[in-house]
């Protein structure tokens, strides 16, 4: 499996991004996809996940309410619409399926100025 992950950048705080995630090398229907971050000098965290159809979805407790986790299975795509960014939300984001132990992708850089 192999994953790209974009849509990162510099917002200012109450600021919006949408982070895309490609991901290729498996049949992507089939597959529970998450989202994970990782703060600079911090551990990883999980942040949402999906199951295959997109049917069934949960967050993690700073992300409910601000964050949506979608896909689309006709392109292998994944996507988290997140909106009132704030400061701690400041991390690199990664995609990968739920249940294997991929390779991580390169991530994408969020960086939420107060």
């Not at 967050?59 to 400061?87: E, V, W």
């Not at 995609?95 to 294997?100: A, I, N």
Request: hydrophobic share 30%; charged share 20%.
């Amino acid at each position: 499996a192999h994953f790209v992950e974009s849509g990162g950048g510099l917002v200012q705080a109450g600021g919006s991004l949408t982070l895309r995630c490609t991901a290729d090398g498996f049949t992507f229907r089939n597959d529970a996809m998450t989202w994970i971050r990782q703060p600079r000098g911090k551990e990883r965290e999980w942040v949402a996940l999906i199951d295959g159809s997109g049917g069934s979805v949960s967050y993690a407790h700073f992300a409910k309410g601000r964050f949506t986790i979608s896909r689309d299975n006709d392109r292998s795509m994944l996507y988290l619409q997140m909106n009132s960014l704030q400061p701690n939300d400041t991390a690199v984001y990664y995609c990968r399926r739920r249940d294997f132990y991929d390779d991580w992708g390169q991530g994408t850089q969020v960086t939420v100025s107060p």
